[in-house]
């Protein structure tokens, strides 16, 4: 999630703060003081996020685009300028083309503005409400600015360390951007779930049997130490702090379980499933973002014991040495996977929907043919009774029930002389059984029940 600084440099900025037994300060100086502590965060321990420095009075300028050098980001804030009067419309449309240019419109993005307003809380709730304010507690003075900038950091840039676990073997790993809580809407109490600091990888799957799966979100894994030795190295230049540290780049001499697995899944083509908490699981892999440079990627699914439909349930899958046989044969030339569901589902049945009127009409239309055909087409006519029956219980559409017995009373009424004995029985019974279904009654209204041909002296 990239970053926006917004900084005010009105005119407003430049009043004095008497600090007791001190020089005194600007209210810039202690906007920049406390932007300068959030940038040496960022430097240490959150150096993957992309951060914008923007200043605004009544209009607004880009002073630094996206970036990872935050030496940058620093020199610009020593070199601000003061100008006119604040106008916040202004820079929040600047804010808007600045993000939408970089990132999209998809993109959500931490925006921090140092100016106060009443109205801060009705911006939030017209942005949707995904937002929080941090204001200073007591005097303004540089505790103050350091203590809301700490509320800041702890809430949206502390790193998220985890040990990553396989047997006997593990790794201490930084995962970015730091995962966010997940609360499942289908359950009964639902409650926010954290992914857990111990990541314990399952298993290990071909890429092509678990193929492009529904993901909520995707987070670089890297481990710590490599994130220790880059601290080691120094700041270093912007095109070296652009380019992504990636777990086989900076892994030094020391053994790391990280870039051993990294490399492992690159070259075997593989993924390992990991367990991020009860019944959640992951997935972790190589990807490439260049011909030299891959990363080791998380990708977190839905919670559930069955994420993905096609592999079954995550514990329920095993290694190949505990099968009878080996389920992708001698040669790799099969896949137990997608798994067959135990009931054959038969996408050839006939579900009756109704979304026009018309198809209601033809439904209805073809039940009265069978009738005018009857007795000839007495098995034809109870089907298609049936199958209208059923669909209007399930919708609970009664009246359906009740207006089509009237049609066939008005049928059996309007038969001629000629007419077969047996269709006016058949019309009369079939007019019955739907007008008994049509008032909920429970012994008339199964939904499993049938309505059969009356059987009578004239039935063969």
């Known amino acids: 999630m990239p970053t926006v600084v917004l900084m005010d440099v009105s005119l407003s900025m430049t009043r004095p703060v008497s600090l007791d037994g001190s020089e005194e300060f600007q209210r810039k100086n202690l906007a920049v003081h406390g932007l300068n502590m959030l940038f040496e965060h960022m430097a240490s321990n959150y150096r993957l996020e992309f951060t914008a420095l923007m200043a605004f009075s009544s209009l607004?300028?880009?002073?630094?685009?996206?970036?990872?050098?935050?030496?940058?980001?620093?020199?610009?804030?020593?070199?601000?300028?003061?100008?006119?009067?604040?106008?916040?419309?202004?820079?929040?449309?600047?804010?808007?083309?600045?993000?939408?240019?970089e990132w999209g419109n998809a993109c959500p993005c931490q925006l921090q503005m140092t100016d106060g307003m009443d109205n801060l809380e009705e911006l939030l709730r017209l942005s949707g409400g995904d937002g929080q304010i941090f204001t200073m507690e007591g005097p303004l003075c540089m505790k103050s600015v350091q203590a809301m900038f700490g509320r800041l950091i702890d809430h949206a840039y502390s790193p998220f360390h985890a040990v990553l676990h396989c047997g006997n073997l593990s790794s201490d790993v930084q995962v970015f951007p730091r995962p966010e809580p997940i609360i499942v809407d289908d359950e009964v109490d639902p409650m926010p779930r954290n992914v857990n600091t111990d990541l314990e990888i399952m298993g290990f799957i071909e890429i092509a049997d678990i193929a492009s799966p529904p993901v909520i979100s995707r987070h670089l894994v890297l481990p710590i130490a490599v994130n220790k030795e880059v601290d080691e190295v120094g700041a270093g230049t912007?095109?070296?702090?652009?380019?992504?540290?990636?777990?086989?780049?900076?892994?030094?001499?020391?053994?790391?379980?990280?870039?051993?697995?990294?490399?492992?899944?690159?070259?075997?083509?593989?993924?390992?499933?990991?367990?991020?908490?009860?019944?959640?699981?992951?997935?972790?892999?190589?990807?490439?973002?260049?011909?030299?440079?891959?990363?080791?990627?998380?990708?977190?699914?839905?919670?559930?014991?069955?994420?993905?439909?096609?592999?079954?349930?995550?514990?329920?899958?095993?290694?190949?040495?505990?099968?009878?046989?080996?389920?992708?044969?001698?040669?790799?030339?099969k896949s137990p996977f997608p798994l067959q569901p135990p009931v054959k589902r038969s996408y050839a049945q006939n579900v009756t929907v109704w979304i026009k009127a018309s198809g209601?009409?033809?439904?209805?239309?073809?039940?009265?043919?069978?009738?005018?055909?009857?007795?000839?087409?007495?098995?034809?006519?109870?089907?298609?009774?049936?199958?209208?029956?059923?669909?209007a219980l399930a919708f609970g559409f009664w009246e359906l029930l009740k207006g089509v017995a009237e049609l066939l009373e008005r049928e059996c009424t309007m038969l001629p002389d000629s007419a077969h004995p047996d269709a006016a029985f058949q019309l009369s019974h079939a007019a019955q059984q739907l007008k008994l279904a049509s008032t909920g009654d429970s012994q008339y209204a199964a939904f499993d029940h049938n309505i059969v041909p009356m059987h009578t002296d004239f039935s063969s």
């Not at 996206?66 to 804030?77: C, I």
């Not at 492992?264 to 367990?275: F, H």
Request: hydrophobic fraction near 35%.
């Open 238 to 333: 912007a095109e070296e702090l652009e380019e992504e540290p990636s777990s086989s780049q900076m892994a030094g001499k020391s053994p790391n379980f990280c870039v051993l697995l990294h490399g492992s899944l690159k070259v075997e083509g593989m993924v390992a499933l990991v367990q991020l908490g009860p019944e959640w699981y992951g997935m972790l892999y190589s990807q490439a973002d260049s011909k030299k440079k891959s990363n080791l990627m998380m990708s977190l699914f839905e919670p559930g014991s069955e994420p993905l439909p096609w592999l079954g349930k995550i514990s329920h899958l095993g290694p190949i040495s505990e099968a009878a046989e080996n389920p992708y044969g001698e040669d790799d030339s």
């Open 60 to 101: 607004w300028e880009l002073l630094v685009p996206f970036t990872r050098d935050y030496n940058a980001l620093q020199e610009a804030l020593s070199n601000l300028e003061d100008y006119d009067k604040t106008c916040v419309e202004s820079a929040l449309h600047g804010v808007n083309n600045v993000v939408q240019q």
């Open 360 to 391: 209601l009409q033809t439904d209805v239309q073809k039940i009265l043919r069978n009738a005018r055909k009857l007795p000839d087409k007495t098995q034809t006519f109870y089907k298609e009774l049936n199958r209208l029956r059923k669909a």
